[in-house]
């Protein structure tokens, strides 16, 4: 119910109107003192002094994926004996070498190996392995053994060592519904949208908008601790969405790809991370989901629709950017919460397991094969062991990627890897 | 609350600081009923809390408890697919219909229980049991996505309702024999020699016990004395004795023919058990984690009353550390709840799918949970997008914002350029050249369903009834000070600064000068006043205080 028929001549007095809110707003500025309570930040487009504006994209594989069918060790006895109902067997899987080759659906990335634009870090894990999704999720994403205790996640302390405190509100941004904790952080708190089209506050007139955009400016109210905590963040959250709702929008809608998005979500979240690369507003990380990887139960028309999505998705997204300014300077990471255990269970499916590659792409990516492939016969319950702590690639992307100390953020100092040039 | 009110009872004595068990009273007041009325039920409304003052504390926690209105109980419609003779009698066209049929209707079924499961939140009626139903759906999860058969989430809801304020124990015994669940957690397979750990494990870890309390090798021997649990063709429980496994488990430092009737009797015995539950319900009616010492009061009580629910919510809405001043007003509320709640304070007949779908896209589609943890709670519901939906929602519920404005993208040039933001010229070629919003990025899946729904509803015509002027006439509010002061009062469950109330009165004053009426004379503004009082409470309605309970 627009107001039609309010009175017509209201219709004309915009301008008088403006100004009259604004003379209004601007008494009370002056009468208040709070205002100095809004961040400081660049201002969009303030990156032409960035040399090396460079980005992370993260992909969250929510479900604990099945990697022994992402990365097929084909040859391996230990593989073909006990996978039985899912195996990928010799004739199907794409070969990378005489040892382990490619789900097939993953043809784009297939491409992206020959190119040298993909890296796996192979048996990927952490010391003293959990099996519940829940518990382990929040220690990759905490970079922490005891998971969530309250601190930030780990691209949020990565952010804090690598970037300074008034960067843009932009700086951390997760394409999707609710966002992991991995992007979790006090001072640079992300800003989360499913879609950039409805990423705004819609109000039937501009005074309104107006009056909107300082509601996140007020004073503290609340009259306890517990509730002064909880309004200081939502007003935080008010004034990031209110500077970044028209920047995002018009990253989105100036974007111009190169190769056509699949109509699903994860191509389409992909699409978003794009159009930000592209628009430089200073976006640093982005947060990707894809889901789908419990597969316990008939694994092998579930595990290949997520193989193929992701592929369609990472293959559009690595095509559309290589070879562009900004497409240099973006380097994608996948995880999951863990790898499923290496023999199937009884209804075609596999239960939780430990390690597993992680993919990590990108034109200044050193393509090949990072760590050791972990047994398949030498195992710990059933389970893969670890050849490759997980903070490893952390502190490649941490130390070599976005050139900050690894110890700030990890609290120790792992060995980097090769698949980022020093 | 009035914000003066606040300043005299600040002075008051209340609560102790922390929560640590106590028998000091509390002085039961207007913020001390309408948290209880907010926490224990959705949204409480003004003579709501007015009579709630004048019953006193013990008789409202008696009537929340205790009084039940009378609901007829749902009729679940079971699949009635033709029988395999039947269908190869059919061509493969015919064949095909008869099982899109069978999908629609069965969908069907799923949106209307949703709706009228909304409704009953809306209602006011029973707002204990429905407060503790959306409760338990976020621990004993199962997702519509996966269930596909509409039957067995009825079903389930029909045995968290049941048991709700029933009885924690019978609730565990009936999850682990419900079909839904049963199908969530894949017991379907788990077969005896051929076990399949996901029901055991998240038992464990999310239903009754927590990470820590139990190893890998009690998760492995559950699922052996779970096997044969599933559900047979019409969506009901079924127990297949050859796929059970008969051999002997050890788990939880027991042995013994273990069935899935001994796990609950087992699990239910642990000490981890009634703490696990005690600091899910306190944690989520509170918004904060109980201290060790109130946790162990509350589990020892849960165990002592043998996981009976009533008692135990009746000892926590009397204790006075759950009106402690660091918990009232200091939870985000879910999308349901500010959804249910902004109907409520707003006095409206609200269609129950605009609540599912409002509730939809600010991240909690009823019904289905994202995973088996549920849905996280507190500030995780907000994030820059959901904060400025519920404002959208607010907006579309006072009638001042259309749905085809939230989800259209070609406003960016007319309504923000007045920000002062120029676009580029590459920019405004951008815009000129732009594809059809159906073609644009991410208007799929639930989201793009929910905005469906939101405008078939506002498609049917459907408007709200309300009439601002005349409510805050009724409140004997005139002068702009009176109208802002009693819209947040009304609307909110915290206070606003005094900031926020200047302003406010600015844009009220404003609006009204525009009309060409003095401060008091508002209402003789008609229509053009309803109006302005509706914009305001859109303001009011997209404060951070408003996501607050």
């Known amino acids: 119910m627009k107001n039609e028929d309010t009175n017509s001549d209201e219709r004309g007095s915009g301008l008088d109107r403006r100004q009259l809110l604004a003379a209004g707003l601007g008494a009370l500025a002056l009468a208040n003192s709070a205002q100095a309570r809004i961040r400081v930040f660049a201002p969009a487009g303030g990156e032409a002094g960035d040399a090396q504006p460079r980005t992370l994209v993260l992909v969250q594989l929510s479900g604990g994926n099945d990697a022994l069918s992402m990365v097929v060790p084909w040859a391996d006895d230990g593989y073909n004996k006990v996978r039985d109902a899912i195996r990928i067997g010799a004739k199907e899987v794409q070969k990378l070498d005489d040892y382990r080759g490619l789900h097939p659906e993953l043809k784009q990335l297939r491409k992206l190996w020959d190119k040298r634009h993909m890296a796996i870090v192979e048996g990927c894990s952490y010391p003293t392995p959990n099996r519940s999704h829940f518990k382990s999720m929040e220690i990759w994403q905490t970079a922490s053994l005891s998971g969530r205790t309250g601190g930030d996640g780990w691209i949020g302390r990565m952010c804090d060592a690598a970037f300074p405190e008034g960067a843009a509100p932009e700086l951390i941004v997760h394409v999707g519904g609710a966002a992991p904790y991995s992007v979790f952080s006090r001072t640079h708190p992300a800003i989360v949208f499913q879609t950039p089209y409805s990423y705004k506050w819609v109000a039937p007139e501009d005074e309104d908008r107006e009056l909107y955009k300082e509601s996140g400016k007020d004073d503290m109210g609340g009259e306890s601790k517990g509730q002064k905590r909880v309004l200081e963040h939502l007003r935080g959250v008010l004034n990031d969405a209110n500077e970044s709702s028209l920047r995002i929008r018009r990253a989105a809608a100036e974007y111009d790809p190169r190769v056509e998005y699949p109509a699903e979500d994860f191509a389409q979240t992909l699409k978003v991370a794009a159009a930000l690369i592209d628009a430089r507003i200073g976006t640093r990380v982005i947060s990707v989901e894809l889901g789908g990887f419990d597969t316990h139960n008939n694994q092998r028309p579930a595990h290949d629709a997520c193989m193929r999505r992701l592929d369609a998705g990472l293959g559009a997204f690595l095509n559309d950017i290589i070879g562009t300014q900004a497409g240099r300077d973006v380097i994608v990471v996948c995880f999951s919460e863990f790898g499923r255990r290496v023999k199937e269970n009884g209804s075609r499916g596999t239960d939780h397991g430990v390690a597993a590659p992680m993919l990590v792409f990108g034109e200044q990516v050193k393509g090949g094969l990072y760590g050791e492939h972990p047994s398949l016969t030498d195992l710990m319950d059933g389970d893969l062991r670890m050849t490759t702590d997980f903070s490893s690639v952390y502190g490649t992307v941490i130390e070599k990627w976005f050139k900050a100390e690894q110890e700030k953020v990890l609290d120790a100092q792992y060995p980097t890897l090769g698949f980022v040039e020093a | ?549």
């Open chain 2, 1 to 549: 609350m009035n914000p003066l009110l606040f300043t005299l009872l600040a002075t008051l004595p209340l609560a102790p600081q922390g929560d640590a068990p106590s028998q000091t009273a509390i002085h039961w007041d207007a913020r001390h009923a309408e948290h209880l009325l907010n926490r224990a039920g959705f949204g409480a409304r003004r003579a709501q809390i007015e009579a709630a003052v004048e019953k006193g504390m013990a008789t409202c926690v008696d009537e929340l408890i205790e009084k039940r209105a009378d609901v007829d109980p749902v009729l679940i419609q079971r699949p009635e697919e033709p029988s395999k003779r039947e269908m190869r009698e059919l061509d493969a066209d015919q064949r095909r219909n008869v099982q899109r049929e069978v999908r629609e209707r069965d969908r069907r079924q799923l949106l209307e229980y949703t709706a009228w499961s909304m409704g009953r939140m809306q209602s006011g009626e029973d707002p204990l049991e429905e407060r503790m139903a959306l409760f338990w759906h976020g621990v004993f999860t199962s997702s519509s996505d996966r269930v596909e058969r509409s039957c067995m989430i009825l079903q389930q809801d029909q045995l968290i309702r049941d048991q709700a304020l029933g009885n924690y124990g019978k609730l565990l015994e009936g999850m682990l024999k419900d079909p839904a669940l049963l199908v969530y957690l894949d017991n379907q397979a788990n077969r005896k020699g051929k076990p399949n750990e996901n029901l055991a494990r998240e038992l464990l870890e999310l239903f009754s016990l927590g990470v820590g309390n139990y190893t890998e090798a009690d998760i492995k021997e559950i699922a052996r004395a779970l096997t044969g649990r599933g559900v047979d063709g019409h969506g009901l429980y079924s127990f297949n004795k050859g796929a059970h496994d008969t051999g002997e488990k050890t788990f939880l430092g027991q042995k013994g023919n273990f069935d899935g009737d001994d796990v609950a009797r087992i699990v239910l015995a642990q000490p981890a058990c009634p703490r696990y539950i005690a600091r899910r319900i306190i944690s989520y009616l509170e918004g904060q984690e109980p201290s060790k010492e109130r946790l162990d009061e509350y589990a020892a009580f849960l165990r002592a009353s043998d996981f009976e629910l009533k008692p135990f919510l009746r000892k926590l809405f009397l204790d006075p550390a759950f009106y402690r001043e660091d918990v009232l007003g200091a939870r985000v509320q879910g999308p349901i709840e500010f959804m249910v709640g902004l109907s409520r304070r707003l006095g409206l007949e609200t269609p129950p799918m605009v609540v599912a779908a409002g509730a939809s896209l600010l991240g909690q589609r009823p019904f289905a949970p994202p995973n088996v943890k549920g849905w996280d709670e507190g500030e995780a519901w907000i994030t820059t997008s959901s904060l400025m939906q519920r404002g959208n929602l607010a907006g579309l519920l006072l009638g001042v914002v259309q749905i085809d404005d939230v989800i259209r993208a070609d406003d960016i040039e007319m309504s923000d350029t007045a920000a002062g933001d120029d676009p580029t010229m590459k920019e405004r070629d951008a815009l000129r050249t732009r594809k059809p919003l159906d073609k644009q990025a991410g208007l799929k899946g639930a989201g793009s369903a929910a905005y469906q729904a939101l405008r078939r509803v506002q498609d049917s015509g459907w408007a709200p009834n309300l009439n601002f002027s005349a409510r805050m006439q009724r409140a004997g509010a005139s002068t702009d000070a009176q109208i802002v002061a009693s819209m947040l009062d009304d609307l909110l469950a915290v206070p606003a600064p005094a900031d926020t109330l200047e302003r406010l009165e600015l844009f009220l004053g404003n609006e009204r000068t525009l009309l060409g009426l003095r401060d008091g004379h508002l209402f003789d503004g008609g229509y053009g006043a309803e109006m302005v009082l509706r914009r305001l409470a859109h303001l009011v309605l997209s404060l951070p205080e408003a996501q607050l309970d």
